[in-house]
């Protein structure tokens, strides 16, 4: 088989859902190569492509124009209303296509696929490349060395019993569907990681750090640090990816941080609900501590 297209779109863990089940495709049915379509990330200022900062695969291409616009609910009135009504319904009308569009939340695997098979979906689940997770993990590690604000932290990250703590506002809170997590999820992820660690240390991670420290001030927390100064994503995510341990937000970013970690042991405390308006119970991984 000589290709199979999928959509790169959203944020960097977005993005890297999509990149792990397209590599998954790939290895799974011998595909040649694996193209990514960037159109969108390349007129997305604020969500613009972000794989670039890590390993990945030799054997992927990229396609930046529009050729597949019209297996995008952006480009198709048809597709948007179909998608928000009668999902499954689009899934099977277009797979007829060659072409896979799911954005729901649930787990919807491809049991064949053809040569140059598009996909287009948020694919936010680990049953998508769970027989290839030792793969993507090794695709997923940083080119570049730690940048001088990470190195200040990373030996106490991982010399004492490190807990991320990430808390996700900014955009979440003007986008409807998007359940911002509350003090009291916050509040009860911390007294379970200090029933159940020693001596924990919490390196908190915001997109708006200032309203972060309001969130959790009166927690009674004796070792925090607050990651703070002009950062990248990356940086926050290769700081978090080494933590032991992890209270998440409902974000798919924090998701990938507890994912990349090394540590076997890690406790990983997540919000019981994901978004306010689907239940996503495949995005939870087996281990986790729902609060």
Known sequence: MKRVIIKVKGGLGNQMFQYAYGRHLQIKYGVEKLVLDVSECKKNNFRPYSLNKFVLSKNIEFLDN????????????FLK????????????????????IWDEESYLD??????????????QSE??????KDIIKKEFEF??????????????????????????????CNIKRMLVCDK?????????????????????FSDEIESAKKIISSFGLKNIVFITGKRENYDDMYLMSNCKHFILSNSTFSWWAQYLSNNKNS??????KWTTDKKNNDIYMEKWVRI
């Not at 053809?114 to 694919?123: E, I, M, Q, R, V």
Request: net charge positive.
């Open 127 to 132: 049953k998508y490349f769970s027989s290839n």
């Open 110 to 123: 491809i049991n064949s696929i053809k040569d140059g098979a598009y996909l287009n979906g948020y694919w």
């Open 184 to 204: 009291n999820y916050y509040f009860k992820a911390c007294k379970y990681i200090m029933d159940n660690v020693d001596n924990p240390v919490f390196y908190v």
């Open 143 to 172: 080119l570049n060395q730690p940048s001088d604000l990470n190195k200040e932290y990373i030996d106490e990250i991982k010399q004492t019993n490190s807990v991320s703590l990430h808390i996700r506002l900014g955009d979440y």
């Open 267 to 272: 406790i990983v405390c997540a919000p019981e």
């Open 81 to 100: 209303i179909g998608q928000k009504f009668f999902p499954k319904l689009i899934w099977m009308l277009y797979k007829r296509k060659n072409v896979y």
């Open 66 to 77: 529009n050729e597949y616009k019209l297996y995008d609910r952006n480009h198709s009135l």
